[in-house]
């Protein structure tokens, strides 16, 4: 199980390492660069209130139907008519109630229609999440993760032209940008539709009736609750920036800005997470212990993202002034300090990642509800007081506390239900590594007389060749693996 799951993981981790970065840095980063930087911040804003109501248009039917199959994988052919219709009704659903929030907001005229167009591309994104869960809840995971950079790859090339051609980015909108969305996850849907329609040849095609759509509604509602409470903690903070300060707009955009690098940081934790449920999903449905697992996650992810978040925030200010054309203005310590501490947070969202992943797989739904609940009120308390006083910064000062607290909560419950012993050797030398890391990249910065690309460069190969002396990740395993059939 550990070969498969390293073989996999490293495919997975490639195709996406390949492709999303350009689209990060080449199309999107270059959007926003763009357009106005409030403009931004508003799509910015919608596109947190549409995250947070993606509840209703998913009602944790994709965490449920991912559960279910890695349980039971011959429930497919007469599951999947049933959880695709229901979507569809909840996809009206959410739309509708969306905008009549959205309006209940302020939102008015251009905004109410960007706001209509961004459901659409939840919608759309949506579905294709919802279609990758019996992909990978069958452990198709190479295909998984070729359908997880199909949108990206058409939105490169529908953007990259949009952008790349002089004589049209003179001319670019922020709706282009959002209707090169829906088209490409409209496309990557009916890609992932065909696939599976192909793989299961014998779909039980039938209208469910109520007792059905009320029975997959009922089983997916902890999910629901749980996804809903996770949204709030995770995107409430745009929204809120948004609203409550003077310059919200402007703000919001930074905060885009900032999380965006974060995004891409958490790229290898929710590659990881999409194939570490249904795994831990099988193991426990065989009885079979999950521990090797869960440690050899650990010991790939932890490190990894300690070393990364130490050298962002290290050097936070010349990305942030590289990246960003708005960091050249009076906001720029703005920018520098929301990113240094949502880049910070990384490691804690790699524990979540495996953790929570776990307490799902097990089905301890009212656990990971009652933890989510005290998320959202440290989260929603803090927000509030911290933004009325400093604004975005103030918001990522409350997402690096939520975001720890949160992964400590996780890794003390799965240790109690699994009876995980607490490894004193490991917690030292992780500390050794962390303290480390750190003088070590200070040093660098200090000393190296080498321009700051190049120190971080060299920083990271340092601590590549400190995960490896303190043996987190064991060169000879890796070596013996490769060299395996």
């Given at each position: 199980m550990q070969r498969f799951f390293v073989k996999n993981i490293l495919f997975v981790l490639t195709v996406n390492l390949l492709v999303k970065p350009i689209w990060i840095f080449f199309i999107e980063r270059t959007v926003q660069n763009t357009i106005p930087m409030g403009e931004y911040g508003t799509y910015q804003a919608l596109?947190?209130?549409?995250?947070?109501?993606?509840?209703?248009?998913?009602?944790?039917?994709?965490?449920?139907?991912?559960?279910?199959?890695a349980h039971h994988p011959e429930k497919l052919p007469r599951l999947f008519p049933e959880m695709l219709i229901t979507r569809l009704l909840l996809m009206g659903v959410y739309m509708l109630s969306s905008m009549a929030i959205?309006?209940?907001?302020?939102?008015?005229?251009?905004?109410?229609?960007l706001l209509l167009m961004v459901l659409c591309i939840q919608s759309a994104a949506g579905m294709v999440a919802y279609l990758r869960s019996n992909i990978a809840a069958l452990h198709l995971f190479k295909i998984d993760g070729l359908l997880s950079i199909a949108d990206k790859i058409i939105m490169i090339l529908i953007c990259g032209l949009l952008l790349y051609t002089p004589q049209i980015r003179v001319h670019f909108q922020l709706l282009w940008f959002i209707y090169a969305q829906i088209i490409a996850f409209s496309i990557a849907s009916v890609i992932a539709y065909l696939y599976i329609s192909k793989k299961i040849s014998h779909i039980e095609w039938h209208l469910p009736k109520l007792p059905d759509v009320l029975n997959i509604v009922k089983g997916s509602l902890p999910y629901a609750v749980l996804i809903f409470q996770m949204s709030i903690y995770n995107r409430a903070d745009a929204m809120m920036v948004e609203r409550m300060c003077a310059d919200g707009k402007e703000q919001a955009g930074i905060w885009a800005s900032a999380f965006r690098q974060l995004d891409i940081a958490n790229m290898i934790g929710l590659l990881f997470a999409s194939m570490l449920m249904p795994m831990y999903g099988k193991l426990i449905a065989q009885k079979q212990p999950v521990e090797h697992i869960v440690k050899l996650s650990v010991n790939l992810l932890l490190p990894i993202s300690v070393a990364v978040s130490t050298v962002a925030v290290m050097y936070s200010d010349p990305i942030m002034s590289l990246l960003y054309h708005g960091a050249a203005t009076g906001y720029h310590a703005t920018y520098v300090h929301t990113f240094a501490l949502l880049i910070g947070s990384f490691p804690a969202w790699c524990l979540m990642y495996i953790?929570?992943?776990?307490?799902?797989?097990?089905?301890?739904?009212?656990?990971?509800?009652?933890?989510?609940?005290?998320?959202?009120?440290?989260?929603?308390?803090?927000?509030?007081?911290?933004?009325?006083?400093?604004?975005v910064v103030g918001a990522a000062l409350?997402?690096?506390?939520?975001?720890?607290?949160?992964?400590f909560a996780f890794i003390y419950f799965s240790k109690t239900s699994f009876l995980m012993k607490l490894n004193v050797a490991w917690l030292t030398k992780l500390g050794a590594f962390i303290g480390i890391s750190i003088m070590v990249t200070i040093a660098i910065k200090l000393y190296l007389p080498l321009t700051w690309v190049y120190q971080m460069a060299v920083a990271m190969m340092v601590h590549i060749a400190i995960i490896a002396a303190?043996?987190?990740?064991?060169i000879q395993d890796v070596t013996k693996f490769l060299k395996s059939r």
């Open positions: 596109l947190s209130l549409s995250i947070i109501f993606q509840i209703i248009l998913d009602f944790g039917i994709t965490s449920y139907n991912t559960n279910t199959l959205g309006y209940v907001l302020g939102y008015r005229g251009l905004e109410l229609y953790y929570c992943s776990l307490l799902t797989a097990n089905n301890s739904l009212i656990l990971l509800n009652k933890i989510a609940l005290v998320g959202v009120a440290f989260n929603l308390v803090c927000n509030y007081l911290l933004i009325e006083k400093y604004g409350t997402s690096l506390l939520t975001q720890y607290g949160l992964s303190l043996k987190f990740i064991s």
